[in-house]
């Protein structure tokens, strides 16, 4: 059974070691030393990476019999080897898993919301909590509580206890391990039983910053960050308002007050300039009305634009089409053609059926309603006969 020295000393980064067992996993060399201080993945804490002598470490799983397999990118090349943890990343776990012991503890003080599951990722971390609504209140509440307790620079003692002595140790959740069991201790605010790896001192956590919450599965989801990730977090927001600040020529204290600002006179300038594109809608469906093709008492308005969005050309359609007798065939041409099919209620036909034909018949896909329809992806070299195609079939019609 290998010798699991994580639990002894989290801040062992080198120690020697000699490989018992060595396999395959998943096509990948794997090994089974006599004593690790490798992590392996469990309990919401990712595994700790680094090398074995020559070797890499990318992987370290426990299974089910408890043997600890280190997967790696090539064989070792001897039978004993040099570990060498990446201390970087271990000591962000310990600083993630440390923090989410006193956060936990922080929301059970705040709202008696228990912590239900864990997962520390590689940028945010999340707790999910028993509590139905997360009320800012709560959040500001849990963190100052959190932030308190690191400020204090509480140490954090490791308890090793039996059964029997957990229930007299007052702690934050039961464990279901048999045998000796593990218990986090941070100094009179928090036990836990734990596997993982934490910091020796409160203090080295550096700060708790809750970035937001959600509702999940009828809790709540927490993500936070602590120590280096919780320095980044801030850093790349300062230095957005920063340049948020420089845009707006403001500092960042007022760029909310600002921002509130620019967007009522956005929500003003985008009525008004709705309003304005109907009135000038309206002229232009008047001009294409005077100009149009009068036969048999329809008017038919036939145009082709290169420059105008389809959505524009359907209002502009609507608006023909409202005078008795008008029939609109506006097409928007790029690389392909978009077309719309507007009639006034008194004009025979149906703009639906006819695009549905042509579609088939001259390539293109679409389809509407008897008064309104549009087709998009007509090649250009059908526009001819899209256009002659939808004038002759309502010209069919007897008036």
Not at 5 to 14: H, K, R
Not at 373 to 381: L, V
Request: glycine share 10%.
């Amino acid at each position: 059974m290998t010798k699991h020295l994580y639990y002894e000393d989290s801040y062992l980064a080198e120690f020697d070691a000699i490989v018992l067992e060595q396999f395959d996993v998943g096509g990948k060399p794997a090994v089974v030393i006599d004593q690790t201080a490798f992590y392996p993945n469990s309990g919401g804490q990712p595994c700790d990476t680094g090398n074995l002598g020559n070797t890499q470490v990318e992987r370290v799983e426990e299974d089910d019999s408890g043997r600890i397999i280190h997967i790696l990118d090539s064989p070792p090349s001897t039978q004993q080897v040099r570990g060498t943890i990446d201390w970087a990343r271990r000591f962000d776990h310990m600083q993630q898993h440390t923090g989410q012991h006193i956060l936990s503890q922080a929301f059970l003080h705040a709202a008696q919301a228990v912590t239900l599951s864990f997962h520390l990722g590689q940028e945010t971390s999340t707790i999910d909590i028993d509590l139905a609504q997360s009320e800012p209140s709560v959040l500001s509440a849990a963190e100052d509580l959190a932030a308190r307790i690191v400020f204090e620079d509480r140490p954090v003692h490791i308890l090793n206890v039996t059964r029997e002595e957990l229930s007299a140790l007052g702690v934050r959740k039961e464990s279901h391990r048999e045998g000796e069991i593990r218990v986090i201790d941070i100094d009179t605010f928090d036990r836990s039983p734990c596997g993982g790896t934490h910091v020796r001192r409160c203090g080295e956590i550096g700060l708790i910053l809750i970035l937001g919450s959600e509702r999940y599965k009828g809790g709540t989801r927490v993500e936070f960050v602590c120590g280096g990730r919780a320095l980044k977090a801030f850093r790349k927001d300062h230095e957005a308002l920063r340049e948020l600040g420089r845009v707006l020529s403001a500092r960042p204290h007022e760029i909310p007050r600002l921002t509130e600002k620019i967007l009522q006179e956005r929500s003003t300038l985008q009525r008004e300039n709705k309003h304005l594109e109907e009135r000038i809608l309206e002229m232009e469906a008047q001009e294409l009305l005077h100009g149009a093709d009068r036969t048999g008492g329809s008017i038919i308005v036939c145009q082709n634009y290169s420059d105008r969005r389809i959505e524009s050309l359907k209002v502009l359609a609507q608006k023909v089409a409202g005078s008795p007798g008008a029939l609109a065939i506006l097409f928007a041409v790029q690389e392909t053609a978009q077309v719309v099919v507007a009639r006034n209620a008194n004009v025979p036909g149906d703009c639906g059926a006819v695009v549905k034909q042509l579609t088939g018949r001259l390539g293109g896909k679409g389809g509407g309603k008897p008064e309104l329809a549009q087709a998009g992806g007509i090649p250009i070299a059908s526009l001819a006969a899209w256009s002659t195609g939808l004038v002759e079939y309502f010209k069919a019609f007897p008036r």
